[in-house]
């Protein structure tokens, strides 16, 4: 039986479900205390940094076609150990998701149920989640699909009825376009630009998952490319006018606010207006959180089984289909960052991981860029001028990133890197 495949509408669709997380719910009082009212143009610069960096995976997936997207660029263009460096941290990129979702979704919850600013009560809730996450995931992913809808329905119902509701209720008082004190010098404009970037450039961090699904698309090197521009240029223009209303309804106070979003929807229609925020928002963090408990343990398996990346005990599953020993470290390395900080922190984490995953892929661009591919498939305009530019662009965020942010990375690749040397050295041993 043929597969089927997906539509344009399809990938579209699910390009707006990958990108659209809690970040948008969460982040906007952050880049708002940086940059001011230009944290709507900020947003917009963010946008069009991560179409650049997206465009490159475009043209990769127009020549690799194999289901695993960085890894697999990294393991033809750059060898065994390069593949497994970025496959390790896109399971680590997988993992910080799923923490950094249940820490928004526990945030967002708080504000209806105030033990849960309790330090202890919220931990605790939170583990329970992973575990009951851990749990349903040992039982196999028929649960999925239907998650994944009715999240998606409801991350786009909030955000629509937010925007459209809102912008009749807009202050223009609230959007002056005065320069903020703090960004009148050089120095402090690109302080204040680059910590507002890095912040929410998390917001954009996903689209790498549509190459992998490239190959259930029909015609992926002339659709993939185009769906990549389209999603990319719609996520941001969503982004842009909801942090537009935000700020006009709620002004400077959008700074000292948890939930931007809601708090926002609080000053047109009262508390229920917030409740309906918090519960719509909740639900769509919630589908992000469940699928990361899912996508994560089966980053970790395919490295084990489809290259033999990692030794074989990491990609067992049981008699559901079930990855269990990816599920468990999954689960036990989630639970670890919860407890080791906060949301910003795990956002921090997130964008700097996602730099391992593009580098490679932006270089290995560059390295193939002469190799003849398929015809009529997706190749970069302006030859080197895109991948530099990402490159440029990386590095620009990458001076922005505190020491203990980079500490933390530097670490998960050592203990890749020893996991990679001890199993290559029992294969030896054994052969």
């Not at 809730?125 to 851990?134: C, D, F, Y």
Request: with cysteine; charged share 10%; glycine share 8%.
């Amino acid at each position: 039986m043929e597969k089927k495949q997906l539509s344009f509408l399809g990938i579209f669709l699910l390009g707006i479900n990958a990108i659209v997380g809690s970040g948008i719910f969460l982040l906007l009082g952050q880049i708002y205390h940086y940059t001011g009212i230009y944290s709507i143009l900020t947003i917009v610069l963010a946008g069009g940094m991560a179409s650049i960096i997206a465009l490159n995976y475009a043209a990769m997936a127009a020549r690799y076609t194999e289901d695993g997207g960085a890894w697999i660029y990294a393991d033809y263009v750059f060898g065994r150990f390069a593949g497994f460096q970025v496959g390790w941290f896109g399971w680590w990129l997988a993992v910080i998701t799923l923490s950094a979702e249940i820490v928004a979704l526990l945030t967002a919850l708080s504000t209806i149920i105030p033990p849960l600013h309790d330090k202890f009560i919220f931990n605790t809730v939170a583990i329970t989640i992973l575990l009951v996450l851990g749990l349903i995931n040992t039982f196999g992913t028929a649960l999925m699909e239907k998650v994944d809808n009715i999240t998606t329905l409801a991350k786009i119902a909030v955000l629509v009825v937010f925007t459209i509701l809102g912008c009749f209720a807009v202050k223009a008082s609230n959007l002056s376009l005065a320069l903020p004190a703090n960004m009148q010098s050089i120095t402090g404009f690109s302080n204040q630009l680059s910590q507002a970037l890095v912040i929410i450039f998390y917001v954009f961090t996903g689209f790498n998952f549509l190459p992998i699904a490239a190959r259930d698309m029909k015609n992926p090197e002339k659709n993939l490319p185009k769906a990549l521009i389209m999603i990319m240029v719609s996520v941001t223009l969503i982004y842009a006018a909801v942090q537009t209303v935000a700020i006009g309804l709620l002004g400077d106070k959008i700074v000292n606010s948890t939930l931007p979003v809601a708090d926002a929807f609080a000053v047109i229609f009262g508390p229920q207006g917030k409740l309906f925020i918090v519960i719509g928002m909740s639900i769509s963090i919630l589908g992000v959180a469940i699928a990361g408990s899912f996508n994560a343990p089966i980053e970790m398996t395919s490295l084990a089984n489809e290259k033999q990346l990692l030794p074989s005990v990491f990609g067992k599953k049981n008699r559901y289909d079930s990855p269990w020993t990816a599920n468990i470290i999954t689960m036990g390395v989630a639970a670890l960052l919860i407890l080791s900080g906060g949301y910003i922190f795990l956002v921090k984490l997130i964008v700097l991981a996602s730099f391992v995953q593009y580098v490679p892929t932006i270089l290995a661009v560059i390295k193939t860029r002469h190799e003849k591919q398929v015809a009529g498939a997706f190749t970069l305009p302006g030859g080197m001028i895109l991948p530099v530019i990402a490159l440029l662009v990386i590095a620009y965020l990458l001076s922005a990133q505190s020491l203990i942010i980079l500490v933390w990375e530097v670490a998960i690749f050592l203990v890749g890197w020893l996991i990679y040397y001890v199993d290559r050295k029992v294969s030896t041993h054994k052969n």
